[in-house]
């Protein structure tokens, strides 16, 4: 059973920075589908970025690209999401997820489907 916990969530102005970081355990398989989900109010959960811990394939939604880095330290088991220059519109909450099918990575509107979903970090930006 993989436990995953969100930390690093905060209120921020726009142009801001903040970083979040998801602390992964109980690992069965050899790579996971690493994944930064969140949902605004009133709003569907949206994928943010992925990462295959295998190889360290990234992908990104296009309203984040440039702005929002995923990586993980993999001797800390830990998930990360630099988020800079942030937005009034990315205040959301903000979910890490994980899963052991690859596919899953490349297409950020699978969002339902992860199998293992922290509990999730308030981020707030306001302008």
């Known amino acids: 059973q993989v436990h995953l916990v969100e930390s690093g969530g905060g209120s921020v102005q726009a142009g801001g920075s903040l970083r979040l970081s998801c602390a992964v355990s109980?690992?069965?398989?050899?790579?996971?589908?690493l994944g930064w989900f969140r949902q605004a109010p009133g709003k569907e959960r949206e994928g943010v970025a992925t990462?295959?811990?295998?190889?360290?394939?990234?992908y990104y939604a296009d309203s984040v690209k440039g702005r929002f880095t995923i990586s993980q330290d993999n001797a800390k088991n830990t998930l990360y999401l630099q988020m800079n220059s942030l937005k009034p519109e990315d205040t959301a909450m903000y979910y890490c997820?994980?899963?052991?099918?690859?596919?899953?990575?490349?297409?950020?509107?699978?969002?339902?489907?992860?199998?293992?979903w922290g509990q999730g970090t308030q981020v707030t930006v306001s302008s």
């Open positions: 997820a994980a899963d052991p099918r690859r596919n899953l990575c490349s297409r950020l509107d699978w969002v339902d489907i992860y199998n293992y």
């Open positions: 109980g690992y069965t398989y050899s790579s996971y589908c």
């Open positions: 990462i295959w811990t295998g190889g360290g394939s990234t």
